[in-house]
């Protein structure tokens, strides 16, 4: 199971995140509904989502099953993402799915960590939804979002967004290794050596799909030594994944 500590917090950020949504609704707070976006995303894949991945291999049935229940905390996360970028611009959804480009909703600065953790968890709740094709038929719609936020602000969040970027650029159906690159390796320069997760995102978006495994072991790596240098919740999180990887990297490779 997960670390005593890390999994201490992560059972207070749920019981929090439960008590604010039974206590006030965050359709007039743009900031609380980025917290509890933020806060949901960010549960569902250091803790459930990854610990699905960690037993695949021996209880396949409660894989599936916390599976679920991340593709639900993702589904929630985007749901109150969604209906603060709604309350606060009136029709985005709508200029969101229009096919013109010069109809797109763009978004303000102060828009930008909203919209990334709205684009972040629909894109978790898809990757989880294989066998809904009405779900999953919404993955351009999410990548849509991730680029307008993009286009306002590509250094949010110190290289997540760009790893971001890249993450999706990877998975979308017809992406461009080449560009996802380009991606990852922004967030690497935005991280400044400080966030574990620009190199385990590349790690697993770009190194592992090429087949390179010596870059996959160098980039884990790399998350390793950040988490050690600048610890923090979200590089313990990549910390923690990268290690599993590297113990199973014969396997993957």
């Not at 790893?163 to 380009?182: C, D």
């Not at 690497?188 to 190194?207: D, F, I, M, S, V």
């Amino acid at each position: 199971m997960f670390p005593n500590r890390s999994r201490m917090v992560g059972l207070c950020m749920a019981v929090l995140l439960g008590w604010l949504l039974g206590g006030c609704s965050t359709l007039g707070s743009p900031a609380l509904a980025e917290s509890v976006a933020s806060g949901y995303t960010r549960y569902a894949y250091a803790f459930v989502s990854f610990e699905a991945d960690r037993l695949d291999a021996t209880d396949a049935r409660t894989a599936q099953s916390l599976r679920q229940r991340a593709a639900r905390l993702y589904a929630s996360a985007w749901q109150h993402a969604r209906a603060a970028l709604e309350a606060d611009q009136p029709g985005f959804m709508a200029a969101l799915s229009q096919p013109d480009p010069a109809r797109w909703p763009s978004l303000r600065p102060d828009q930008v960590g909203l919209a990334y953790w709205g684009a972040a968890a629909w894109a978790g709740q898809i990757s989880l939804s294989k066998d809904d094709p009405e779900v999953v038929a919404d993955l351009p719609l999410s990548i849509r979002l991730a680029e307008r936020a993009y286009a306002t602000a590509p250094e949010y969040g110190d290289g997540a967004l760009a790893s971001l970027m890249g993450t999706l650029e990877a998975a979308r159906p017809g992406g461009s290794p080449t560009r996802a690159l380009v991606f990852f390796d922004q967030a690497l320069q935005l991280g400044k050596g400080r966030e574990a997760g620009a190199p385990l995102a590349k790690a697993e978006g770009w190194a592992q799909p090429a087949g390179d495994k010596a870059a996959f072991a160098a980039l884990l790596d790399e998350v390793l030594a950040i988490s050690t240098r600048h610890p923090s919740l979200a590089n313990d999180a990549a910390r923690r994944r990268a290690q599993w990887l590297l113990d199973q990297i014969d396997d993957l490779f």
